[in-house]
């Protein structure tokens, strides 16, 4: 059972930074596809950013050039850097990973953007 652990998560002012770390129980070398989802009250959980080895990371429009995912492996540890927040970035925010054909995801962290 692959198990992942986030963090970073808080309150910050609307133009603020944060950066979510999502760590693995398992070595992430080999694995292909890890994430970021999020999920604001009312509404569907959403894709935020996909990479996978060898290719670039998929950003959704609302946040291409103000988040980046980055991984190290060696850390099995993958992160989500967010600059430039808005208060609509205001969800809980979910690390996710397909491993051996199973989806996996991690408990949650808040995060809150204030106006």
């Known amino acids: 059972q692959v198990q992942l652990v986030e963090s970073g998560g808080g309150l910050v002012q609307a133009g603020g930074s944060l950066r979510l770390s999502c760590t693995c129980s398992e070595s992430i070398f080999s694995i292909n596809t890890m994430g970021w989802y999020r999920q604001a009250p009312g509404k569907q959980r959403e894709l935020v950013v996909l990479i996978s080895s060898g290719g670039s990371p998929n950003y959704a429009d609302s946040v291409k050039g103000r988040f980046t995912i980055s991984r190290d492996n060696a850390k099995n540890t993958i992160y989500l850097q967010m600059n430039s927040l808005k208060p609509e970035d205001t969800a809980v925010y979910y690390c996710?990973?397909?491993?051996?054909?199973?989806?996996?995801w991690g408990q949650g962290t808040q995060v809150t953007v204030s106006s």
């Open positions: 996710y990973t397909l491993v051996r054909w199973s989806n996996y």
